[in-house]
């Protein structure tokens, strides 16, 4: 922890309504200032412990943690209810009879946080009945400064605001506004140490997150993510190993390894050549049946990394590879530092070092700038790499990113003509991505019952194929193998295959 953090642990901020200014508390997203932060000053700690004066405080209460956005937030809130329950606190039924509500939010779009905003107005008539409910907003939203001055002067029954750095510090800020009743706001620019050991309450038993890395060092010119996340810090090796070998000890049967930028993984340790590649090789001799990983960077994605996936084994044939657009002119604009041919040969590199993999990728249209001409280079490149999906997206800009100063002469017509497009080609690839298994004996991962049929499984394949097929509750957490009958464009439909037949 930083001078500038041990000040602002101390910080509280007295619920009076009274209008302050808060701008020590925070710093404005400065793609000049963030691109000189160096590496230092960043420590692992695995000695997290709770208070006595803390335990216990939430007995007899419950908690509801709403979640907004990517993996990241998902696996940020297991920590938090985890804490809250370490704390005392009991999960809720709903959000409406908790006690304590915590919004995790998102800042990589603007409808993202229109939607926050739109929650907090809903929870003021809750506050209203419930004077002693306390409420609060983290994530990344709270990184933002502009996010963090309208909370405090048009949303003052919000009584905790922290950030994405300090999850740690949860019990501190519950402990002050319960027993002070003090409005609490803690965010630090600085980004906070590695807090291993923390308590955690994960959603399922067959499939879980392990974080391998946090930050993103990348500065995409549209992305808002190093300014809310921080720069890269990767996990120690040692401490993945040891998280991903006590889920399965205890019955998990996939991984997913999380990252803002999951390849870049090791490239800040300063002691040791270890990157993300060895952390594949040396998990791929591990127990655990599945291992998959998100998001990677093509930058980053190097030869280590590929010749460790084509060991196969507990490393599945599938990687999402986002592209962002195919013309070269929109990418440099975009900061992705590769070229389209670079990312054509890497995807060739790929395929041929694991034949048959699946790729996914993630795009944007409407780029400011983009012409029709450099959309239709996108639409080249996602015929030519061959998805098997994608997530698409209209461009939308985030105040504090270079790309929020470019001008944006596509119209919202364009923009959405352009969306309908794209979506046409990126579906045919989800159908052929799904006839390909049409008649294959695959393996599938039972998560349980479908949504819609209690006599019907659900699982996934190694390619990250939905599959369902008729089978009872006891293959639930278990690889069955099933023969794919129909292959529609977003499922497969399939039959359990009799192994001693």
């Known amino acids: ?46 000695d997290f412990a709770i208070g006595s004066s803390m335990k216990n ?68 008539k809750l506050k209203l009945n419930n004077p002693d409910m306390l409420i609060g907003v983290c994530g990344c939203m709270s990184q933002e400064e502009k996010v963090v001055n309208r909370l ?31 409005r609490v706001v803690e965010v630090w620019s600085a980004e906070g140490d590695i807090i291993e050991n923390m308590p955690r309450r994960r959603e399922g038993s067959i499939k879980g997150w392990v974080n391998i890395m946090y930050g993103c060092d990348e500065f995409c010119t549209f992305c808002i993510v190093p300014y809310t996340r921080g720069k890269e810090r990767s996990r120690m090796p040692e401490d993945i190993i040891a998280e991903i070998r006590h889920l399965q000890e205890i019955g998990y049967q996939e991984v997913t390894l999380l990252g803002q930028n999951v390849n870049a993984y090791g490239k800040d340790f300063k002691d040791r050549d270890y990157t993300f590649g060895d952390l594949l090789s040396d998990l791929n001799k591990e127990d655990i049946p599945r291992i998959r990983f998100t998001t990677s960077h093509p930058r980053d994605f190097d030869d280590k990394t590929i010749a460790a996936l084509s060991k196969r084994g507990n490393l599945m044939e599938y990687i999402h590879l986002p592209v962002q657009s195919g013309n070269d002119e929109v990418l440099k604009q ?59 997206f209209i461009y939308s800009p985030r105040e504090g990113t270079p790309a929020a100063k470019m001008k944006d002469d596509v119209t919202e017509a364009e923009k959405k003509d352009r969306l ?38 659900a699982g996934y394949t190694r390619h ?38």
Request: charged residues 30%.
């Open 1 to 46: 922890m930083n001078e500038q953090q041990r000040e602002l642990s101390k910080q509280t901020v007295p619920r009076t309504g009274v209008k302050k200014d808060f701008s020590r508390y925070f710093q404005r997203p400065s793609i000049n200032d963030a691109r000189k932060r160096g590496r230092e000053d960043v420590q692992v700690h695995r």
């Open 57 to 124: 405080i939430g007995r007899g209460k419950t908690y509801w943690i709403q979640t907004y956005g990517c993996q990241m937030n998902e696996h940020d809130s297991e920590a938090m209810q985890g804490i809250a329950e370490e704390l005392g606190y009991a999960k809720a039924g709903s959000m409406q009879k908790a006690d304590l509500i915590l919004l995790n939010t998102c800042a990589i779009r603007e409808n993202a946080e229109n939607k926050v905003f739109g929650e907090l107005g809903r929870l003021r």
């Open 152 to 182: 405090m002067e048009r949303f003052q029954y919000v009584d905790l605001i922290f950030g994405t750095h300090n999850i740690h510090r949860l019990p501190e800020y519950l402990f002050n506004a319960l027993m002070g009743k003090e």
């Open 334 to 392: 975009m900061n992705r530092k590769y070229t389209r041919q670079s990312y054509l040969q890497l995807v060739k590199d790929i395929k041929a070092a694991i034949p048959g993999v699946s790729l996914t990728t993630d795009i944007i249209v409407g780029f400011p700038g983009e012409t029709e001409e450099q959309f239709q280079d996108t639409l080249s490149l996602v015929e030519e790499v061959g998805y098997e999906g994608a997530f698409t």
């Open 420 to 457: 309908q497009r794209l979506n046409a080609v990126v579906n045919k690839g989800y159908k052929r991505g799904s006839e390909r298994f049409l008649g294959e004996v695959v393996e599938v991962l039972v998560e349980g019952p479908s949504k819609n049929n209690d006599q019907v499984l």
């Open 464 to 501: 990250q194929k939905l599959v369902n097929f008729p089978g009872d509750s006891s293959y639930a957490g278990k690889i069955a193998k099933v023969r794919i009958t129909e292959a529609k464009t977003w499922h497969l439909l399939g039959e359990l295959v009799d192994e001693h037949a």
